[in-house]
């Protein structure tokens, strides 16, 4: 496989991709950095998996897919007595506009993902796990795959793994590109075989997951936080973080920031400081809004968001959440109202359409955006679009529906007087006739078309 350049620095408390250069992913490489050290320490000591769950617990790692769940409170659901097959599963299914962090993990450093996956599966005493691979990055896929070659040739994975009473078998599975199936229990029909779409909860994958036994799932960027855990130990994890807010995150930037790319910061670390390390804002110009975790959360205002650090909570108290990390930065040139439609469009073209309030909402949602956008509105559209947003949000099988009506409301509310500008004036606020908007809004949106 050819090499993949390197990527731009990830920032000096980097614990998952500190030190990569894109040519030093292999197994040998890994182990030079401290790699399978965790997982031979595990293994070699007899630590029970309920310790191990434990010092996940203290660590307090979150979920990093998006919902940040307690990732150790998630592992404890796993039924330990079980007598059949339990499944690991790895969202690798990237499809968050916006989100590219998962892939550089997979491009830059598989092994901490693999040794992630094994440490997750003795845990909670699973023999079978699956990661699901965006079916367009091809290239990672590959190098996953030759990952897991290597160790399986280590003796990391298969039988009775470093001579231990422990087996576990990793496989790698690639998507086709559905947004859909970044959703767990969507994920779980695709790798079954099946149209993928969402399941109806309860019963949750913990209990009723992968061909129908336990499972528990995690994402890519979890996972891979689990070695420095095990390694370090769970204190060392948190205090790179904050209460309730433990480690290091990931955070893609893409907008309208000079240097687009991934930066792994402590969480908590101010917005502005983040945005400084990607270069600040393009030519000068001034921020006017940031979508902070994907295109699914909230816009925030960009002078709330100069005063806001990069935490679950902190974004939560701002009126966003953090999401999968991924940061859409829109300055002043921007028509929050193009950015509000082509956003509209994707999840518009995404929906599966198993539930009515999303397959017909998310169209209405896209249709009254456009005719704002393209002179055709009228003010009473602005309540028409808060109503319908309402009808779709918490109505749905899955987050989906939420993921098009929240964007939405979060446009209105925040730039209303944008919106009313363009009803009245039929052209957009930033100049007359233009409908300029962020480049990543306007080409994320693209593979909806």
């Known amino acids: ?5 390197k990527p731009l620095d990830y920032g000096p408390d980097a614990i998952i991709l500190k030190g990569l250069d894109g040519n030093n992913w292999r197994l040998k490489d890994y182990e030079s950095r401290g790699g399978y050290q965790a997982l ?32 150790g409170l998630k592992w404890s659901f796993m039924p330990r007595s079980f007598p059949g097959a339990k499944y690991l599963v790895c969202n690798s299914d990237e499809g968050e506009p916006g989100t590219f962090k998962d892939r550089d993990i997979i491009r830059y450093n598989p092994h901490i993902l693999i040794e992630g996956m094994i440490i997750a599966a003795y ?7 699956y990661n699901y691979i965006h079916g367009e990055i091809w290239a990672d896929y590959d190098r996953f795959e030759e990952a897991l070659e290597e160790a399986r040739a280590a003796g990391f994975l298969g039988e009775k793994i470093l001579g231990a009473e422990f087996s576990f078998q990793l496989h790698a599975f690639h998507g086709y590109g559905a947004y859909i199936c970044g959703e767990e229990t969507a994920l779980l029909e695709s790798i079954e075989g099946k149209k993928g779409q969402p399941r109806f909860k309860p019963p949750f994958p913990a209990s009723f997951g992968l061909y129908g036994k336990p499972t528990t799932i995690n994402n890519t960027e979890t996972f891979a936080a689990v070695p420095y855990i095990m390694r370090e130990g769970g204190d060392a994890f948190l205090s790179l973080g904050k209460p309730n807010n433990g480690g290091t995150k990931l955070f893609s930037m893409s907008g309208n920031v000079a240097r687009p790319g991934n930066y792994e910061v402590r969480l908590g670390t101010p917005f502005a400081k983040l945005l400084e390390m990607a270069g600040g804002m393009r030519n000068g110009k001034k921020i006017k809004g940031v979508i902070p975790g994907g295109s699914s959360m ?20 701002a009126g966003s959440m953090l999401g999968s990390g991924a940061v859409i930065v829109m300055d002043e040139d921007t028509c929050m109202v193009r950015a509000a439609e082509r956003l509209a469009y994707f999840y518009y073209e995404e929906s599966c359409g198993q539930c009515t ?5 998310t169209g209405w ?9 393209h002179g055709l509105g009228r003010q009473e559209d602005l309540d028409l679009l808060l109503n319908l947003a309402d009808q779709i949000q918490g109505r749905t099988i899955c987050a989906l529906g939420d993921a098009a009506a ?3 409301r979060a446009f209105v509310k925040n730039y209303r ?3 009313e500008y363009h009803i009245s004036h039929k052209h957009c606020m930033v100049g007359p006739g233009g409908y300029s908007t962020s480049p990543a809004i306007e080409s994320l949106a693209m593979a909806a078309e």
């Not at 496989?1 to 350049?5: N, R």
């Open 1 to 5: 496989m050819a090499a993949i350049a």
């Open 40 to 71: 031979k320490k595990i293994l070699r000591d007899n630590v029970k998996p309920e310790e191990v769950i434990a010092e996940v617990k203290k660590s307090a790692l979150r979920g990093r897919g998006g919902a940040g769940f307690p990732t």
């Open 123 to 129: 845990a909670m005493g699973i023999a079978v796990g």
């Open 298 to 317: 909230p816009v925030i205002r960009g002078d709330v968001m100069m005063s806001t650090d990069m935490d679950y909570d902190s974004i939560a108290k």
């Open 357 to 361: 309030p999303c397959r017909e909402g």
């Open 365 to 373: 949602l896209y249709r009254v955006i456009h005719r704002i956008e």
């Open 406 to 408: 929240m964007p939405v």
């Open 417 to 419: 007087e944008e919106f």
